[in-house]
């Protein structure tokens, strides 16, 4: 946002019904001028409607990484150093469009805040969030770089064996960007941070909006360190063994290793923990319970997606007021609607999917 759209924004929520001419005047400028002001406030989302009611409307946003997502699938064992017959999937990703995209799926109003390029794919990302119900008002569009691209490599399994990801375009999230959505930001129900953004946009906004829950997704064991001097200003946290480990640098093999680093990120500041152990089930704690939840999906076609939209059932459950064992278990039959799919998110995704999920497959819980 502009300083004239800030003087302009801070009138209208004064006198809703000012006319343009009585701002043009009140700033000495033409009433053309503040027309098209007016109209970019509208575009940015800050105000709406007819006597430009201030937008008022909760949304979760997901501050973060969209991109493509290309996926080999091999149909025997993984080869490597040769070419493997396979199939070949592609994808709109990108961890904080994933999580918003899952979210939108599951009826909860969201926004995303991200970067995509003057480009082919970036065009078809914002067009595609938009018919899924997702808010893209608010993605910068980069002439500098392209749209970000993520390819990965699966093997006989479906579990990742490489990747390669070109994120440069992510450096344009920075804090000028946070600036100028600091007023939908602070409007939000929740925020969802994804650690391919740059660290100081990560400091930044969570010492901007410490009134808002901040949902936090290291994304990778590097990248998990962009958040170590936020941890005070994070509500719920969700790392995966190595991502913990890496925060805490601390070795972490058994499950009283990781019951002791979710103490330790508690007593950073974390209000809310979920440490995912792959085939071990997920470790949840919040100071006042600590308990595993482990399950066996029955189907597994791409893990490529599972921990956005465990994120975004931590999420769901949050704006629920749900019980941490609620919670876990929900967002961990989210993972294994996710796991069904060949995509990195799955079209099926509801609350009624998840929902006979848990119906339909054992998931045990065990209290500490």
Do not use: W
Not at 191 to 204: E, R
């Amino acid at each position: 946002m502009t300083s004239r759209e800030k003087e302009i924004l801070e009138i209208i929520k004064k006198n809703p019904m000012i006319p343009q001419q009585e701002i043009a005047d009140l700033l000495n400028i033409n009433r053309s001028s503040v027309a098209v002001h007016i109209a970019n406030l509208m575009k940015k989302g800050y105000i709406q409607g007819k006597g430009y009611i201030v937008r008022e409307e909760k949304m979760v946003s997901v501050l973060g990484g969209s991109n493509i997502d290309l996926q080999g699938f091999p149909n025997d064992k993984l080869i490597l150093m040769d070419s493997n017959p396979g199939k070949i999937e592609t994808s709109l990703g990108g961890v904080g469009r994933n999580i918003a995209e899952n979210l939108a799926r599951l009826s909860v109003p969201v926004r995303l805040l991200s970067a995509v390029g003057e480009d082919f794919y970036g065009g078809k990302l914002i067009e595609e969030g938009t018919s899924i119900g997702i808010d893209m008002k608010n993605i910068l569009c980069s002439k500098e770089y392209p749209t970000s691209m993520y390819l990965s490599i699966m093997d006989e399994d479906h579990d990742m064996k490489v990747a390669i990801s070109q994120m440069e375009i992510y450096e344009k999230i920075d804090i000028g960007f946070i600036e100028e959505n600091q007023l939908l930001i602070k409007n939000s129900s929740a925020l969802v941070i994804d650690n391919n953004i740059p660290k100081t946009t990560i400091d930044y906004a969570c010492g901007m909006f410490k009134e808002i829950p901040i949902f936090c997704d290291p994304v990778s064991t590097a990248k998990a360190m962009r958040v170590k001097d936020s941890l005070d200003k994070i509500h719920t946290l969700k790392p995966n063994t190595y991502e913990a480990a890496k925060l805490l640098d601390m070795e972490i093999n058994t499950l009283d290793d990781v019951r002791k680093a979710g103490e330790l990120l508690l007593k950073k500041g974390v209000k809310q923990l979920f440490i995912s152990m792959g085939k071990e089930g997920v470790f949840a704690c919040d100071g006042n319970k600590e308990l595993v939840v482990k399950g066996q999906p029955k189907e597994i076609k791409g893990a490529t997606g599972a921990g956005d939209a465990f994120m975004a059932g931590l999420v769901d459950c949050y704006l629920k007021d749900k019980t941490l064992n609620e919670t876990t278990v929900y967002a961990t039959a989210a993972s294994y609607v996710a796991l069904s799919s060949y995509s990195t998110i799955n079209p099926l995704m509801t609350e009624e999917e998840i929902q006979r999920i848990i119906n339909t497959v054992t998931i045990d819980v065990k209290e500490y």
